[in-house]
């Protein structure tokens, strides 16, 4: 017969006990362990795997706006520092290697392929270690680390240079796993789409805001002579304030999350109350109780993390060719923006999404569901990638004032598929087989994202490279093929997993063991 024990904690306190109890303590923390079920009580039932379940049918709770919010701020860094860069990664490229105009794209997809292959290799460590450790100090450490490697890459005179600082950065990779699993330990499974709206929305102002820094202060002083005219620091190190200033708002934040996130990791929480206010003796250990294998082989999971990874495809390959198709002149296929105009372009995107996210995403998700989301996005998915060779068409032809009074409107709008990228995360968070998990499961899919993009961007800024040399399908060969990736994505999003059924067979599990 299984090892098998349950606790009670009573949420009320003796009259006259000004004290705050244990249990309302843990309830602020943790306002739901399991992001896959509703409790309105501490009630925990303690299995022999050391894995912790509550009772599915209780009251929901509120998020703690608070908490979400510093957890967004810290969401803030990543973005910031990865897409600062974007507005000049291929004239610093240039210039550092004296490059031919047509290999540009090569080289910075490249630095951030090998990124992305750093943070492949160790994100499931992070992921494993803020189940173990802890998500607090993993994320502050995390933070810290991404800061200061971002505040060197403005330093880098060599196309190396380059390489080893962006690597760097991404050995700092627990920052967005860690948040991830942070916010659905905060959320249940009714508050869980507007906890993760917002953490996509602060997402996109680092979208917004990382391209506006890295465009209005990169260059100092050529764009500023009568400020920084004569600096030899800013001649020398054109993209250094850049850099520096990322690295700045990155440490603010770190100290800020550092004082006021709470932890959330349901053992360190127990082992920080259970036994010095409850008195109960010391708490079983919540320990991830499944092997990464036995994850993937959990129902649903290995389809999510497969549809996880096609959307993160279409991001990446998208994300690498997008500013390389706007730096590249009209006449080969571009089109033949200034780094100002990429990331006032950029900033656009990001604020249309943020716009998209926050506005429009919870509502709908309540509407059709996450997979009705999904199957929207999926659907606009190829629509929305034929829009940059039309604008191209558009400047071939001589309609300027046609292109820019349409390629505002067409960015926009078609930026409403960001939204697939909050819903597969919610589709994560309810394939999960139990909260101990949580953070094992995003680091594994973060890892294996992480290994997507480690080839994506050079693959595809090669392949447009390719075909600006070659001129396939008038330039635009390399949009068929995004298009073609994107129909594929609109096939599996017809097969994915019923959540509620998942759950319902996560219930029965448990009962089933219960009655052992």
């Given at each position: 017969?299984?090892?098998?024990?349950?606790t009670?904690?009573?949420?009320?306190?003796?009259?006259?006990?000004?004290?705050?109890?244990?249990?309302?303590?843990?309830?602020?923390?943790?306002?739901?362990?399991n992001?896959?079920?509703?409790?309105s009580?501490?009630?925990?039932?303690?299995?022999?795997d050391?894995?912790?379940?509550?009772?599915?049918?209780?009251?929901?709770?509120?998020?703690?706006?608070?908490?979400?919010?510093?957890?967004?701020?810290?969401?803030?860094?990543?973005?910031?520092?990865?897409?600062?860069?974007?507005?000049?990664?291929?004239?610093?490229?240039?210039?550092?290697?004296?490059?031919?105009?047509?290999d540009?794209?090569?080289?910075?997809?490249?630095?951030?392929?090998?990124?992305?292959?750093?943070?492949?290799?160790?994100?499931?460590?992070?992921?494993?270690?803020?189940?173990?450790?802890?998500?607090?100090?993993?994320?502050?450490?995390?933070?810290a680390?991404?800061a200061?490697?971002?505040?060197m890459?403005?330093?880098?005179?060599?196309?190396?240079?380059?390489?080893?600082?962006?690597?760097?950065?991404?050995?700092?990779?627990?920052?967005?796993?860690?948040?991830r699993?942070?916010?659905?330990?905060h959320?249940?499974?009714?508050?869980?789409?507007?906890?993760?709206?917002?953490?996509a929305?602060?997402?996109?102002?680092?979208i917004?805001?990382?391209?506006?820094i890295?465009?209005?202060?990169?260059?100092p002083?050529?764009q500023?002579?009568?400020?920084?005219?004569?600096?030899?620091?800013?001649?020398?190190?054109?993209?250094?304030?850049?850099s520096?200033?990322?690295?700045?708002?990155?440490?603010?934040?770190?100290?800020?999350c550092?004082?006021?996130?709470?932890?959330?990791?349901?053992?360190?929480?127990?082992?920080?109350?259970?036994?010095?206010e409850?008195?109960?003796?010391?708490?079983?250990p919540?320990?991830?109780?499944?092997?990464?294998?036995?994850?993937?082989?959990?129902?649903?999971?290995?389809?999510?993390?497969?549809?996880?990874?096609?959307?993160?495809?279409?991001?990446?390959?998208?994300?690498?060719?997008?500013?390389?198709?706007?730096?590249?002149?009209?006449?080969?296929?571009?089109l033949?923006f200034?780094?100002?105009?990429?990331?006032?372009?950029?900033?656009l995107n990001g604020?249309?999404?943020?716009?998209?996210?926050?506005?429009v995403?919870?509502p709908?998700?309540?509407?059709?569901g996450t997979?009705?989301?999904?199957?929207?996005?999926?659907?606009?998915?190829?629509a929305?990638?034929?829009?940059?060779?039309?604008?191209?068409?558009?400047?071939?032809?001589?309609?300027?004032?046609?292109?820019?009074i349409?390629?505002?409107?067409?960015?926009?709008?078609?930026?409403?598929?960001?939204?697939?990228?909050?819903?597969i995360?919610?589709?994560?968070?309810?394939?999960?087989?139990?909260?101990?998990?949580?953070?094992?499961?995003n680091?594994?899919?973060?890892?294996?994202?992480?290994?997507?993009?480690?080839?994506?961007?050079?693959?595809?800024?090669?392949?447009?490279?390719?075909?600006?040399?070659?001129?396939?399908a008038?330039?635009?060969?390399?949009?068929?093929?995004?298009?073609?990736?994107?129909?594929?994505?609109?096939?599996?999003?017809?097969r994915m997993?019923?959540?509620?059924e998942?759950?319902?067979?996560?219930?029965?599990?448990v009962?089933?063991?219960?009655?052992?």
């Amino acid at each position: 017969m299984a090892d098998h024990r349950k606790t009670h904690i009573s949420n009320t306190s003796a009259p006259g006990d000004t004290s705050l109890t244990a249990a309302n303590r843990i309830d602020e923390q943790t306002p739901l362990l399991n992001p896959s079920q509703d409790f309105s009580e501490a009630t925990t039932d303690i299995g022999s795997d050391g894995t912790q379940y509550g009772d599915a049918g209780q009251d929901d709770k509120p998020l703690p706006m608070a908490q979400i919010l510093f957890l967004c701020a810290a969401r803030l860094i990543e973005p910031i520092a990865f897409f600062s860069i974007f507005p000049y990664i291929n004239k610093m490229c240039q210039e550092n290697g004296s490059l031919e105009d047509a290999d540009v794209g090569f080289y910075s997809g490249l630095i951030e392929s090998l990124f992305s292959l750093t943070q492949m290799l160790v994100m499931v460590f992070w992921g494993k270690a803020a189940d173990h450790l802890g998500r607090k100090p993993v994320l502050v450490f995390s933070m810290a680390g991404v800061a200061v490697a971002t505040s060197m890459f403005g330093m880098a005179t060599t196309i190396w240079e380059m390489i080893v600082f962006r690597c760097l950065a991404g050995v700092f990779a627990g920052t967005i796993v860690t948040i991830r699993t942070m916010i659905s330990e905060h959320s249940t499974v009714k508050t869980q789409a507007r906890a993760f709206s917002l953490f996509a929305f602060t997402g996109n102002l680092g979208i917004l805001f990382g391209p506006l820094i890295g465009g209005v202060l990169a260059e100092p002083a050529s764009q500023y002579p009568s400020i920084f005219h004569g600096v030899p620091f800013f001649e020398r190190y054109p993209y250094a304030l850049s850099s520096f200033a990322v690295g700045a708002i990155g440490l603010v934040i770190t100290l800020i999350c550092a004082i006021n996130i709470e932890e959330t990791l349901p053992s360190k929480i127990a082992a920080q109350y259970g036994t010095e206010e409850i008195g109960t003796g010391s708490p079983a250990p919540a320990k991830p109780s499944m092997s990464t294998w036995d994850l993937i082989k959990s129902p649903g999971v290995a389809l999510v993390l497969y549809t996880y990874q096609h959307i993160m495809l279409l991001a990446f390959a998208y994300t690498a060719v997008t500013p390389v198709f706007w730096y590249t002149s009209v006449e080969l296929g571009g089109l033949g923006f200034s780094p100002l105009q990429i990331s006032l372009f950029m900033s656009l995107n990001g604020l249309s999404q943020a716009a998209w996210l926050l506005l429009v995403f919870p509502p709908l998700q309540n509407l059709i569901g996450t997979n009705g989301v999904l199957r929207a996005c999926a659907t606009a998915y190829p629509a929305f990638l034929a829009i940059p060779p039309l604008l191209n068409m558009l400047l071939r032809s001589g309609l300027t004032t046609a292109f820019w009074i349409s390629a505002p409107i067409l960015m926009a709008l078609g930026c409403g598929v960001a939204m697939s990228f909050t819903a597969i995360q919610l589709a994560l968070n309810d394939v999960a087989p139990n909260p101990q998990v949580l953070g094992t499961l995003n680091g594994l899919c973060l890892a294996l994202a992480s290994g997507v993009r480690s080839f994506s961007p050079a693959l595809f800024a090669s392949l447009f490279a390719v075909n600006v040399h070659t001129q396939w399908a008038e330039g635009y060969a390399i949009w068929i093929l995004l298009i073609i990736i994107a129909f594929g994505f609109t096939v599996v999003s017809r097969r994915m997993p019923d959540y509620d059924e998942l759950r319902k067979r996560r219930e029965r599990k448990v009962n089933a063991e219960q009655d052992r």
